[in-house]
Nanobody, 125 residues
Framework: QVQLTESGGGSVQPGGSLKLTCVAS????????MGWFRQAPGQEREGVAG???????NYRDSVKGRFTISKDSAENTLYLQMNSLKPEDTAMYYC???????????????????WGKGTLVTISS
């Protein structure tokens, strides 16, 4: 059973930075796909950044140039470096994983079977 645990959320001012961490355990497949999603109150869950099974990275347009996703396979850890944060980035951020998914599918929540409990990011002055 794959388990995902996020950390690193918090409250920062606009323009600030945060780095989210997701520690994964319980999987053995080398074809794992992982991604970050977020859900703001009253909004649908949306894909933020993902790494496909082949290592290809994908971002939603609104975070390109500001967010960077990375993965340490040796440590089974996924990161999301978030810079130049905006109030509209405020949301609960979730780590997700599944096998044999592409980088495009990594931004679609319906394709991801395993989820963490989330970490809250609040951007406010």
């Amino acid at each position: 059973q794959v388990q995902l645990t996020e950390s690193g959320g918090g409250s920062v001012q606009p323009g600030g930075s945060l780095k989210l961490t997701c520690v994964a355990s319980g999987y053995t497949s080398r074809n794992i796909c992982m991604g970050w999603f977020r859900q703001a109150p009253g909004q649908e869950r949306e894909g933020v950044a993902g790494i496909g099974m082949d290592g290809v990275i994908n971002y939603r347009d609104s975070v390109k140039g500001r967010f960077t996703i990375s993965k340490d396979s040796a440590e089974n850890t996924l990161y999301l470096q978030m810079n130049s944060l905006k109030p509209e980035d405020t949301a609960m951020y979730y780590c997700a994983a599944d096998e044999l998914r592409t980088s495009t599918q990594a931004l679609e929540w319906a394709f991801m079977d395993y989820w963490g409990k989330g970490t809250l990011v609040t951007i406010s002055s």
